[in-house]
């Protein structure tokens, strides 16, 4: 009992540490520095415990929890990405009066939430860490509660997430009633393509997951959550549960549903489709650069989950280098938001950005960065992303997919060039504040040196990734 | 050779476009000036060593480099053979007139204008030297973001437009290549052109292969109907924006017709002849046509432009010695003479801030320098012995009437037509009445322009006069492919036979 506890470590010191920071929030007065501070030590020192446990694969409780190279690695990602984003947004935070205590430490439980759904081997376990997350983003998007959009797009999210849940918890059971367990591996064993229910249990699922990455046509609620809720935690919604989304999705085709892969490819293929479509078309005619990440996102997650239709190892892979390096982007991107401050407040339109090149040319140059390489324009990392993905593709022969992607990133260029043109083109009307966050600069800069360099090195995400399937 | 000069090459223009980037504002950025001008030129120089340092009797590649990249599977290899080093030399030689037009033309943000061109010649030299398919795409996409940026932060008045049409067209061209790249990738295990060399490409998919190749360099070279794109990016990018684009940029799709279409799908090559033959056909006499009818200079030289890459085209695929080596000869001499003729029409706006036809007129009397120049390369345009026009259009044409009578008979009419324009746009231009009274206070031509457009009519006329070095340069190579195209040609006959 006492071994199973120490692989349980990751989650242990984070729960403890939780409860803990929780206490010295509630006990000390203008606790919010403190506790953020305490945040990112926290963040910091998980990381390191993740990296320091080896990357066998064991089981535990009986076989509900599992720890492999997989989960750590996703574990990992999420920790960093938290890190920068939660860094990057606190000067914004501390603007936008919204630098409660309880802010990191929600962030913290949803991490929580999150790293019992990648180890989970079971779906009770799965659907409790689901439940844990959506909880908190639940608040998260709320948080800003005197502001009429926040807490609207706090309750829209509730409401359309629930929903998700809900579909989700169905058809966890009808799995449970068909298949005679809850356990992945023995679902894996038991189903077969003669097994009707297991499918229609399936897609019950699928559409739970496909809402929480906001894949098409389960995105609705994107662009208004993302629009609403506070930029700090638009960043987050933007990059921390999508992560956590895909790497589900191909866990439960690697382990659940492996056996009744045909099926479920024909239906992520079309979400993929559908993503890579509306997320191209719909950017096109928003204002708002939050709106318009928010599409553009959709639009990623289509090409993400392009990787994932494969419905093999080297897809599979090409996903996760491809999220990973969304990651790096979109955390970047959103950085940019926090320096766009004119007056005290902060600009999100697309016109706020006009002729910035002039007064502020280092923040349009790493926008100008980051924009090209969502756009997926070489040498920058994003056109590695979307190759390694079209290749595993191109390897399994879906021709169609692949060059339906490939035209639609022409189209999203068009609107991702349109800031590029708003920025460089036209004429100065803006001068935004001089700010000083050191934060959110450094995470920019960081951003666009990984992306700019990557073209030197571009097989170290490769090596790593390999890494996660060898044991299986 | 262990010393990597070829990525010395490729980069040393990106490394003092950061020194550029690091470097503090002064007065008229003198710094920025002096550094790009003097990196361009010892690219130059070393390009110029690359050249001297050549094994021409020898058709293999030769400074090969070679360092694992992706996975160990997609190598970083480059190398040179005598067609990519014409190709290279040319870019190396155009860049440094450009920045040199730069210091007259461009007013406003000079430092980010030094950069975008020095980080595009990174990639243009990269394009040439490339000898793996993933990094010839990622050079050719690459090249894209600072020319999109040239035309569209330091354009005329539709520079939006211009922008938007030249990436969206040419990334819709180029897309469809890499699905190309990336299942003959899947087919034959590797990238690397060397080796696809040898393995040959199963007959069967050449020609949908072949198509997406041709979708890209179409777009990029360009051939009718997809040339629209290019009058509108000529005539709203600025002076040195339009030189690089008519020099260079429209050089790499007929530098890709000769190093992937041709050697990698031979069989689909010679099937698509007849549409190459059709397209080009109709790009030299209808945009001839409609270079006639233009008002604005550097729309008429644009359409020109796409005039003479019709014969490049014709030229490439007759697969005769002389229509191939004609056709580089005439890339060569285009890049030339269109740079330059762009520089003069950027000689005149620099001053009269129109690029009308019907604003000037008369020039000759008060600009007697620059219109013996403007007559010398406008007579090297449309042909006139003695001059690199008139080698590279003969060679193609007598390329093609080995090939096919009427195709050479119907490319012959595009030769007087651009004559017809040529003449009158210089009839307009210099000659005639004066028409506009502010002509009468202009300057004449001032060091810099003299250097830049004489250096640019010597080597047109020397090497109108004097072709050896160029030919002798490509010679090995042509033979080389051509003798491999018909190889594998006869080889699949040969199976089909059995």
Same mark, same amino acid.
């Given at each position: 009992?006492?071994?199973?506890?120490?692989?349980?470590?990751?989650?242990?010191?984070?729960?403890?540490?939780?409860?803990?920071?929780?206490?010295?929030?509630?006990?000390?007065?203008?606790?919010?520095?403190?506790?953020?501070?305490?945040?990112?030590?926290?963040?910091?020192?998980?990381?390191?415990?993740?990296?320091?446990?080896?990357?066998?694969?064991?089981?535990?409780?009986?076989?509900?929890?599992?720890?492999?190279?997989?989960?750590?690695?996703?574990?990992?990602?999420?920790?960093?990405?938290?890190?920068?984003?939660?860094?990057?947004?606190?000067?914004?935070?501390?603007?936008?009066?919204?630098?409660?205590?309880?802010?990191?430490?929600?962030?913290?439980?949803?991490?929580?939430?999150?790293?019992?759904?990648?180890?989970?081997?079971?779906?009770?376990?799965?659907?409790?860490?689901?439940?844990?997350?959506?909880?908190?983003?639940?608040?998260?998007?709320?948080?800003?509660?005197?502001?009429?959009?926040?807490?609207?797009?706090?309750?829209?999210?509730?409401?359309?997430?629930?929903?998700?849940?809900?579909?989700?918890?169905?058809?966890?059971?009808?799995?449970?009633?068909?298949?005679?367990?809850?356990?992945?591996?023995?679902?894996?064993?038991?189903?077969?393509?003669?097994?009707?229910?297991?499918?229609?249990?399936?897609?019950?699922?699928?559409?739970?997951?496909?809402?929480?990455?906001?894949?098409?046509?389960?995105?609705?609620?994107?662009?208004?959550?993302?629009?609403?809720?506070?930029?700090?935690?638009?960043?987050?919604?933007?990059?921390?549960?999508?992560?956590?989304?895909?790497?589900?999705?191909?866990?439960?085709?690697?382990?659940?549903?492996?056996?009744?892969?045909?099926?479920?490819?024909?239906?992520?293929?079309?979400?993929?489709?559908?993503?890579?479509?509306?997320?191209?078309?719909?950017?096109?005619?928003?204002?708002?650069?939050?709106?318009?990440?928010?599409?553009?996102?959709?639009?990623?997650?289509?090409?993400?989950?392009?990787?994932?239709?494969?419905?093999?190892?080297?897809?599979?892979?090409?996903?996760?280098?491809?999220?990973?390096?969304?990651?790096?982007?979109?955390?970047?991107?959103?950085?940019?938001?926090?320096?766009?401050?004119?007056?005290?407040?902060?600009?999100?339109?697309?016109?706020?950005?006009?002729?910035?090149?002039?007064?502020?040319?280092?923040?349009?140059?790493?926008?100008?960065?980051?924009?090209?390489?969502?756009?997926?324009?070489?040498?920058?990392?994003?056109?590695?992303?979307?190759?390694?993905?079209?290749?595993?593709?191109?390897?399994?022969?879906?021709?169609?997919?692949?060059?339906?992607?490939?035209?639609?990133?022409?189209?999203?260029?068009?609107?991702?060039?349109?800031?590029?043109?708003?920025?460089?083109?036209?004429?100065?009307?803006?001068?935004?504040?001089?700010?000083?966050?050191?934060?959110?600069?450094?995470?920019?800069?960081?951003?666009?040196?990984?992306?700019?360099?990557?073209?030197?090195?571009?097989?170290?995400?490769?090596?790593?990734?390999?890494?996660?399937?060898?044991?299986? | 050779?262990?010393?990597?000069?070829?990525?010395?090459?490729?980069?040393?223009?990106?490394?003092?476009?950061?020194?550029?980037?690091?470097?503090?504002?002064?007065?008229?950025?003198?710094?920025?000036?002096?550094?790009?001008?003097?990196?361009?030129?010892?690219?130059?120089?070393?390009?110029?060593?690359?050249?001297?340092?050549?094994?021409?009797?020898?058709?293999?590649?030769?400074?090969?480099?070679?360092?694992?990249?992706?996975?160990?599977?997609?190598?970083?290899?480059?190398?040179?053979?005598?067609?990519? $080093?014409?190709? /290279?030399?040319?870019? !190396?030689?155009? #860049?440094? @007139?450009?920045? +040199?037009?730069? &210091?007259?033309?461009? %007013? =406003?943000?000079?430092?980010?204008?030094?950069?975008?061109?020095?980080?595009?010649?990174?990639?243009?030299?990269?394009?040439?030297?490339?000898?793996?398919?993933?990094?010839?795409?990622?050079?050719?996409?690459?090249?894209?973001?600072?020319?999109?940026?040239?035309?569209?932060?330091?354009?005329?008045?539709?520079?939006?437009?211009?922008?938007?049409?030249?990436?969206?067209?040419?990334?819709?061209?180029?897309?469809?290549?890499?699905?190309? $790249?990336?299942? /003959?990738?899947?087919? !034959?295990?590797? #990238?690397? @052109?060397?080796? +696809?060399?040898? &393995?040959?490409?199963? %007959? =069967?998919?050449?020609?949908?292969?072949?198509?997406?190749?041709?979708?890209?360099?179409?777009?990029?070279?360009?051939?009718?109907?997809?040339?629209?794109?290019?009058?509108?990016?000529?005539?709203?990018?600025?002076?040195?924006?339009?030189?690089?684009?008519?020099?260079?940029?429209?050089?790499?799709?007929?530098?890709?017709?000769?190093?992937?279409?041709?050697?990698?799908?031979?069989?689909?090559?010679?099937?698509?002849?007849?549409?190459?033959?059709?397209?080009?056909?109709?790009?030299?006499?209808? #945009?001839?046509?409609?270079?006639?009818?233009?008002?604005?200079?550097? %729309?008429?030289?644009?359409?020109?432009?796409?005039?003479?890459?019709?014969?490049?085209?014709?030229?490439?695929?007759?697969?005769?010695?002389?229509?191939?080596?004609?056709?580089?000869?005439?890339?060569?001499?285009?890049?030339?003479?269109?740079?330059?003729?762009?520089?003069?029409?950027?000689?005149?706006?620099?001053?009269?801030?129109?690029?009308?036809?019907?604003?000037?007129?008369?020039?000759?009397?008060?600009?007697?320098?620059?219109?013996?120049?403007?007559?010398?390369?406008?007579?090297?345009?449309?042909?006139?012995?003695?001059?690199?026009?008139?080698?590279?259009?003969?060679?193609?044409?007598?390329?093609?009437?080995?090939?096919?009578?009427?195709?050479?008979?119907?490319?012959?009419?595009?030769?007087?037509?651009?004559?017809?324009?040529?003449?009158?746009?210089?009839?307009?231009?210099?000659?005639?009445?004066?028409?506009?009274?502010?002509?009468?206070?202009?300057?004449?031509?001032?060091?810099?322009?003299?250097?830049?457009?004489?250096?640019?009519?010597?080597?047109?006329?020397?090497?109108?006069?004097?072709?050896?070095?160029?030919?002798?340069?490509?010679?090995?190579?042509?033979?080389?492919?051509?003798?491999?195209?018909?190889?594998?040609?006869?080889?699949?006959?040969?199976?089909?036979?059995?």
């Amino acid at each position: 009992m006492i071994n199973n506890l120490n692989i349980l470590l990751p989650e242990i010191f984070l729960t403890l540490s939780i409860f803990t920071i929780l206490m010295i929030g509630v006990f000390t007065k203008k606790s919010f520095n403190l506790v953020f501070n305490l945040t990112s030590f926290i963040i910091i020192i998980s990381i390191i415990i993740i990296l320091n446990v080896s990357d066998k694969t064991v089981k535990i409780f009986l076989d509900s929890f599992i720890r492999d190279s997989f989960s750590n690695f996703f574990k990992i990602l999420i920790l960093i990405a938290s890190l920068f984003v939660l860094n990057s947004s606190k000067n914004f935070i501390i603007d936008r009066n919204i630098n409660k205590f309880e802010y990191p430490i929600i962030v913290l439980i949803s991490i929580l939430g999150m790293f019992f759904m990648l180890s989970s081997n079971d779906l009770i376990l799965f659907y409790l860490g689901l439940e844990l997350q959506s909880l908190s983003l639940y608040i998260l998007a709320s948080i800003d509660r005197d502001n009429l959009k926040s807490s609207e797009s706090g309750i829209k999210y509730f409401i359309l997430s629930a929903l998700s849940s809900g579909l989700l918890l169905y058809g966890c059971s009808l799995l449970y009633g068909f298949t005679g367990s809850t356990n992945f591996d023995l679902i894996s064993n038991s189903l077969n393509k003669e097994n009707t229910g297991a499918i229609f249990a399936m897609v019950f699922i699928l559409v739970g997951l496909a809402f929480k990455i906001s894949a098409v046509p389960f995105h609705m609620w994107t662009p208004d959550v993302y629009e609403g809720a506070p930029t700090s935690i638009t960043s987050f919604f933007a990059v921390v549960p999508k992560v956590t989304g895909l790497a589900l999705f191909i866990k439960f085709m690697f382990i659940p549903f492996s056996s009744i892969l045909l099926e479920w490819q024909s239906i992520i293929i079309f979400i993929s489709i559908a993503s890579m479509i509306l997320g191209a078309l719909a950017a096109i005619v928003q204002k708002n650069v939050k709106r318009l990440l928010a599409y553009s996102s959709i639009g990623h997650i289509g090409y993400a989950l392009a990787g994932v239709a494969t419905g093999v190892v080297s897809g599979y892979e090409s996903s996760i280098i491809y999220i990973t390096i969304y990651v790096v982007m979109n955390v970047g991107a959103f950085s940019c938001l926090y320096l766009m401050k004119k007056d005290g407040k902060y600009r999100e339109n697309i016109s706020d950005l006009s002729g910035i090149s002039k007064k502020h040319p280092l923040l349009s140059i790493s926008l100008l960065i980051i924009l090209f390489s969502l756009a997926g324009i070489p040498p920058l990392g994003g056109f590695f992303a979307k190759f390694y993905v079209f290749s595993s593709v191109l390897e399994q022969k879906m021709y169609a997919l692949a060059i339906i992607g490939l035209l639609t990133t022409v189209i999203s260029a068009f609107y991702y060039l349109r800031i590029i043109k708003t920025m460089y083109f036209d004429d100065s009307i803006i001068t935004y504040d001089v700010v000083k966050n050191k934060l959110a600069q450094t995470t920019i800069l960081i951003s666009c040196s990984v992306l700019i360099t990557f073209f030197l090195y571009p097989s170290v995400l490769n090596k790593l990734v390999n890494s996660l399937f060898a044991g299986q | 050779m262990n010393f990597p000069i070829l990525s010395t090459l490729i980069f040393l223009p990106m490394v003092s476009a950061l020194f550029i980037f690091l470097s503090k504002e002064q007065k008229n950025n003198s710094s920025a000036t002096y550094i790009s001008l003097f990196s361009s030129i010892a690219t130059f120089v070393l390009s110029l060593f690359v050249w001297y340092s050549l094994d021409l009797s020898s058709p293999e590649f030769q400074f090969i480099e070679e360092k694992s990249w992706v996975n160990d599977y997609i190598k970083f290899k480059l190398g040179v053979d005598g067609i990519s $080093i014409l190709f /290279i030399v040319l870019t !190396t030689l155009i #860049t440094p @007139i450009c920045i +040199i037009s730069c &210091i007259n033309s461009v %007013k =406003e943000r000079i430092k980010e204008f030094l950069i975008a061109i020095l980080i595009l010649e990174t990639f243009m030299i990269g394009v040439f030297c490339s000898l793996d398919l993933v990094i010839f795409y990622l050079f050719f996409e690459a090249g894209l973001i600072p020319m999109f940026l040239i035309i569209g932060v330091w354009g005329g008045p539709k520079r939006v437009y211009s922008a938007f049409k030249f990436f969206l067209f040419t990334l819709l061209g180029s897309v469809l290549m890499l699905v190309a $790249i990336i299942v /003959i990738y899947w087919l !034959t295990g590797t #990238t690397d @052109i060397t080796q +696809i060399y040898e &393995i040959k490409i199963p %007959k =069967e998919y050449q020609n949908l292969l072949w198509l997406a190749f041709f979708s890209s360099f179409a777009v990029k070279t360009p051939m009718w109907p997809v040339h629209t794109w290019l009058p509108d990016a000529h005539v709203e990018a600025p002076t040195a924006g339009s030189v690089i684009l008519a020099a260079i940029l429209l050089k790499m799709a007929g530098y890709g017709f000769l190093r992937f279409s041709i050697p990698l799908f031979p069989v689909a090559s010679e099937f698509f002849t007849p549409l190459i033959y059709t397209l080009s056909i109709i790009a030299i006499i209808y #945009t001839s046509l409609v270079a006639l009818m233009q008002e604005d200079m550097k %729309k008429l030289i644009a359409y020109s432009s796409v005039a003479h890459m019709g014969y490049v085209t014709l030229g490439i695929f007759t697969f005769t010695k002389q229509g191939v080596e004609g056709s580089i000869f005439q890339m060569i001499s285009h890049g030339l003479i269109s740079a330059a003729l762009f520089l003069c029409v950027g000689v005149v706006y620099d001053r009269l801030h129109s690029r009308l036809i019907s604003s000037y007129g008369g020039l000759v009397n008060y600009l007697p320098k620059y219109s013996f120049l403007f007559v010398v390369f406008a007579l090297a345009a449309l042909g006139l012995p003695g001059t690199t026009g008139f080698l590279g259009e003969f060679l193609v044409l007598t390329g093609s009437f080995q090939k096919n009578y009427i195709v050479a008979m119907l490319a012959t009419i595009g030769v007087i037509l651009g004559a017809g324009y040529m003449l009158w746009l210089t009839k307009r231009v210099i000659f005639g009445e004066i028409t506009n009274e502010k002509i009468k206070n202009f300057k004449d031509t001032n060091k810099l322009e003299i250097f830049m457009l004489t250096t640019l009519a010597s080597l047109v006329i020397f090497f109108g006069f004097y072709p050896a070095p160029l030919i002798e340069t490509l010679d090995v190579s042509v033979n080389n492919l051509l003798m491999n195209y018909e190889q594998s040609l006869n080889n699949i006959k040969v199976v089909s036979n059995d």
